[in-house]
């Protein structure tokens, strides 16, 4: 399958770098989700964190998704796209009180809760407000991702969840606590996960710790296996929409789940990161002692994932329809050596002023993007606007 060409003519009329999303693949992406996950049980809210861009959000809000948030402002934003707050979760380890105080009077569907301490303070929030906050508990379900050690999340060494030594315990407090409704447990194990092994793994543990925290007389009425579903970086144009279907197949298969029980996930970077590219223009190309250098305007501030993780972006001169027999590093104008996007990378022959695509670039990109040096962020545009 083919993203389609990029439209260059209109391209050389902006100011790069500028962040582009495809949104025809975002909403055939979003009708693949649909169709694999068809269960009316089966609830995908989309995590806020890949790429909080309205345009993109506003599709996925059409699409009838809930979103999984982390911060006040995430909330706000999958409330200004349309995403209705009985659709929403709210994550994160260390909520603070304003925030808290912001999801109760929006009226979401319910916290992700980490520790006992924050059980409470969410407790006395909704106290002083007459409420009662719907919680889910995030366990800790110790199964290695086998992904990137900064992404891997569910592991006992991590600072997320709840031990599942303390799960019990923390069950128990739920029910004792007067403003708060327990209502399923939460797990999230990593991100970019392309092994499937893990999600089984996961599955299995869900349905052992569900058994347990049923059997203290409480109902586990719903359970958020979160997100990591991997995409392809190597091949972005022949795996541009990620395997969904064997994804919701593994939870089908593997977890015990009850009619009268709803399933969540929480699906970021697999809903949007192949739909964005960063899109550059090369400053300079400079004859290094031994290597080419395509020197271009983009920079770790606008997509530090290379920097940050070493991820893999596939590159294309979109100038240049050529044969692809020249060796690049391709890299930024910050002052970091870091700053580099590939090293010893083939691409068409590649002069001054021609554009580069970073491809995969739609999830933690243009969101994690700095004004480090003072650079300015970079914008966007979309494919419905060209
Ligand atoms: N749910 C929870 C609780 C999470 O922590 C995350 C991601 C997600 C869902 C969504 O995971 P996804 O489907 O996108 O894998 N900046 C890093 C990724 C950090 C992911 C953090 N948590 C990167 O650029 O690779």
Redesign the pocket.
């Known amino acids: 399958m083919m993203t389609g060409l990029f439209p260059v003519e209109r391209f050389k009329e902006l100011e790069t770098p500028f962040y582009y999303y495809d949104l025809d693949l975002l909403r055939k992406t979003l009708a693949v989700i649909a169709a694999n996950a068809p269960e009316i049980n089966f609830h995908v809210h989309y995590?806020m964190?890949?790429c909080a861009t309205p345009e993109v959000v506003q599709q996925i809000a059409k699409a009838g998704l809930g979103a999984?948030c982390?911060s006040g402002g995430e909330i706000r934003a999958a409330l200004a796209a349309g995403i209705p707050a009985e659709r929403i979760v709210f994550?994160?380890v260390a909520k603070a009180d304003w925030e808290i105080e912001l999801a109760l009077e929006a009226g979401i569907f319910c916290f992700?809760v980490e520790s006992k301490e924050e059980l409470e303070v969410i407790s006395q929030t909704a106290f002083s407000k007459g409420m009662k906050a719907r919680v889910c508990l995030?366990v800790n379900p110790e199964i290695d991702a086998h992904t990137?050690k900064?992404?891997t999340?569910g592991m006992s060494e991590n600072k997320?969840g709840i031990p599942m030594s303390d799960l019990d315990e923390t069950v128990d407090k739920c029910a004792e606590l007067k403003n708060i409704e327990f209502s399923g447990l939460?797990f999230?194990i990593?991100?970019?996960?392309t092994d499937m092994q893990p999600f089984m793994l996961l599955a299995e543990r869900v349905n052992t710790l569900v058994s347990q925290t049923e059997s203290r007389g409480v109902r586990v009425n719903n359970i958020n296996v979160?997100?990591?579903?991997?995409i392809n970086y190597e091949h972005p144009n022949h795996m541009c929409i990620a395997d969904f279907k064997t994804y919701f197949d593994i939870f089908r298969r593997h977890l015990n789940l009850r009619s009268d029980q709803t399933l969540h996930f929480?699906?970021?970077?697999?809903?949007v990161?192949p739909c964005g590219s960063l899109i550059t223009r090369v400053l300079y190309v400079k004859q290094g002692k031994e290597k080419q250098f395509a020197i271009v305007d983009a920079g770790m501030t606008d997509l530090?994932?290379p920097a940050?993780?070493n991820?893999f972006h596939r590159i294309e001169n979109i100038s240049n329809n050529g044969p692809v027999d020249e060796r690049y590093d391709v890299v930024g104008p910050i002052c970091e050596s870091s700053d580099v996007f590939l090293r010893n990378f083939d691409m068409a022959v590649t002069k001054r002023g021609d554009l580069l695509a970073i491809r995969s670039a739609g999830?933690?990109?243009e969101i994690?993007a700095s004004q480090y040096n003072l650079r300015r962020l970079p914008g966007h545009v979309t494919s419905d606007d060209m």
């Open positions: 995590a964190k890949a999984d982390v994550a994160g992700n995030r990137h900064y992404i999340t997320f939460h999230h990593g991100s970019q996960i979160g997100g990591g579903l991997g929480e699906l970021g970077r697999s809903v990161a530090i994932r940050l993780y991820a999830a933690y990109g994690m």
